[in-house]
C-alpha cells in the first residue's frame, strides 16, 4: 500500500500541459497531474504536488534566498 | 531532488544549531501541529540535538488521528451500502472506529479502494456508471480544494453517482480551542506549511495577537525545521510574537486564491466532532447545499448507533500535547503499528506511529 501522509506536498517540475492536466516529473517518474487551483503554471514551473493536483507554484527566488541565510549562519561561525 | 536535498544538508544544520544553543536561555515549548513536521522530527533526530529547554510536542495536526469515531463509522457504513464502491486515501484503511476498520471492510467482501487523488474517484465513477462512488474526504485545508475541484470537475460532467463523505476539517479554529482548553502551556507554534500553503498567513494572526504565540509557518525538511526553531526562539526572546513564514518557497502570504475560491464554492463550514478536542464550531466543511447531490450525507441516511471509544486508548490526550505517545499504557505493548488501537498509532504521520518507529 502506499504511505500517503495527508498534508505531505512533492516537489515536481512540469514537462507539459494540455488543458488542465500537465504531466510532471517527480525523482524521474512521470505522472499527470491536474492544474486547475494553479492556473498560472507553465511548463519548467516547480509545482508542489498533493492528491494529484498541483497547489502551489514553488517559488525559486525564495528557495534561493532561504539558502542564503543557511549559508550566511555557516559564515558566522 | 531539487527542492528537497539541500534542506537535508547536515553542515548547514550545524550554525542554525548551535544558534539555538547560543540562544535558548530559558525553557521553550513549541508545538508542531502538522502530522508531517511530527514524522520529520522524529525522523532526523531534531529533539536530540535541541537544548533540553527546548521541548517540541506534537499536536492536533494528522487528520486521519483527529477524525472522530463517529465520522470513521460513517465511512465504515458507507463500504456497507449494497453495491457501493467506496474511494479513500491509503492511511484510512486501518484506522479503527467503534467496531471496525474500512481494510476489514474490504476482507469481508466490500469494495473498498484506496486512491491517490480524488480525481481516481471520479474515474472510478466514470467507468461504474451503474455503481455508486463514495469519496471518503478526509484532510485539512491542503487536501479540502482538490476534493472541492474534483466535486466541480463531477458537476460539469454532469456525474450522478459520484458522492463525497466530507470529514474536511480546518486549522486554525482548532488551535485556538486547544488555547481555550488552557491544559497545555506553549510558547510557540511551527504552523504547517501546506495548509499554509492554502490558507496563507493571516489566519493565524490571532494565535499571536490574542495568545503572545510566537509562530512560524515551516517547510517539512530538517533544515527548514531548524530554521524554524531558532525563529521561533528569537522571536520569544524579543518579546515579539508573529507570524512569520519560514517555508517562502512553498506559502505566499495570502496563500492560494484559486484554491480558496474552490473551497468556498464547494464547501460551507460547520461544526464538527474532533477527536481530543470535542466538537468544535464552524471548523469543519460540509458541501453547500446547491451541491447536495453530491453529498454523501444526504444521498444515504445512516441510521448509527453511538460511537464507541477503545478502552485505555489515549490519542485525545496525545492530541492535545498533554502526554507523550510513551506515557499511554498501551502504547507498544497493546498497541503497535502491526495491531493499532488508535489512529495515531495507525496513520504514518500519527505521533505514535512516529515515536514506535523512530523513537521518542
New interface residues.
Given amino acids: ?9 512533492i ?1 515536481a ?1 512540469i514537462k507539459s500541459i494540455e488543458g488542465t492536466i500537465a504531466e510532471v516529473e ?2 524521474g517518474i512521470t505522472r499527470q497531474v ?1 492544474v ?4 498560472e503554471a507553465r511548463k519548467d514551473d ?1 509545482v ?1 504536488v ?4 498541483a ?2 507554484i ?3 527566488q ?2 534561493l ?3 542564503k ?3 550566511e ?2 559564515a ?2 | 531532488m531539487k527542492f528537497i536535498d539541500e534542506y537535508r544538508d547536515g553542515e548547514k544544520a550545524k550554525p542554525i544549531i548551535d544558534e539555538i544553543h547560543r540562544l535558548a536561555d530559558r525553557p521553550l515549548r513549541l508545538m508542531e501541529v502538522c502530522g508531517t513536521h511530527t514524522v520529520s522530527i522524529a525522523r532526523y533526530g531534531l529533539r536530540q540535538v535541541l537544548p533540553e529547554m527546548i521541548d517540541l510536542v506534537s499536536g492536533p495536526g494528522c487528520p486521519v488521528c483527529v477524525t472522530s469515531n463517529g465520522d470513521l463509522d460513517r465511512a465504515v457504513s458507507m463500504a456497507r451500502i449494497p453495491g457501493a464502491i467506496v474511494a479513500t486515501f491509503g492511511d484510512m484503511m486501518r484506522v479503527p472506529g467503534s467496531d471496525s476498520t474500512l481494510a476489514r471492510e474490504r476482507a469481508a467482501g466490500r469494495d473498498v479502494r484506496v486512491v491517490y487523488s480524488p480525481l481516481d474517484g471520479l474515474k472510478m465513477a466514470e467507468e461504474n456508471p451503474e455503481r455508486k462512488t463514495i469519496f471518503l474526504g478526509v484532510g485539512f485545508e491542503t487536501t479540502a480544494p482538490t476534493v472541492g475541484a474534483t466535486v466541480l470537475e463531477a458537476q460539469n460532467r454532469g456525474l450522478k453517482n459520484f458522492f463525497v463523505l466530507s470529514a474536511h476539517k480546518t486549522v486554525p479554529g482548532a488551535l485556538r480551542a486547544l488555547l481555550n482548553l488552557g491544559e497545555i502551556k506553549l510558547d510557540g507554534f511551527i504552523l504547517p506549511g501546506h495548509v499554509s500553503a492554502i490558507i496563507g498567513s493571516r489566519p493565524y494572526e490571532f494565535l499571536a495577537e490574542e495568545f503572545g504565540m510566537a509562530c512560524v509557518i515551516s517547510g517539512f525538511e530538517p533544515l527548514d525545521i531548524l530554521q524554524s526553531v531558532l525563529m521561533l526562539a528569537r522571536q520569544v526572546k524579543n518579546q515579539k510574537p508573529r507570524v512569520e513564514i519560514q517555508y517562502k518557497r512553498g506559502v505566499h502570504p495570502v496563500g492560494n486564491p484559486r484554491a480558496l475560491e474552490v473551497m468556498v464554492q464547494v464547501f460551507e463550514p460547520v461544526d464538527v466532532e474532533w477527536r481530543g478536542l470535542g466538537r468544535i464550531a464552524g471548523t469543519g466543511l460540509a458541501l453547500r447545499r446547491e451541491l447536495s447531490g453530491f453529498d454523501a450525507c444526504r444521498a444515504f441516511d445512516l441510521d448509527l448507533p453511538p460511537a464507541k471509544e477503545a478502552r485505555g486508548c489515549r490519542c485525545g490526550d496525545v492530541l492535545r500535547g498533554l502526554i507523550r505517545p510513551a506515557e499511554c499504557t498501551l502504547f507498544a505493548g497493546v498497541c503497535t503499528p502491526r495491531n493499532p488501537v488508535g489512529p495515531c498509532m495507525v496513520s504514518f504521520e500519527g505521533s505514535c506511529a512516529a515515536a514506535h518507529k523512530y523513537g521518542s
Avoid: R
Wanted: contains cysteine; charged residues 20%; negative net charge.
Fill in positions: 500500500m502506499q504511505k500517503i501522509s495527508m498534508c505531505v506536498a516537489p517540475k517527480v525523482g491536474s486547475q487551483l494553479t492556473p516547480y508542489l498533493h492528491a494529484g493536483f497547489i502551489h514553488l517559488d525559486e525564495e528557495a534566498e532561504t539558502m541565510l543557511f549559508e549562519l555557516g558566522l561561525d
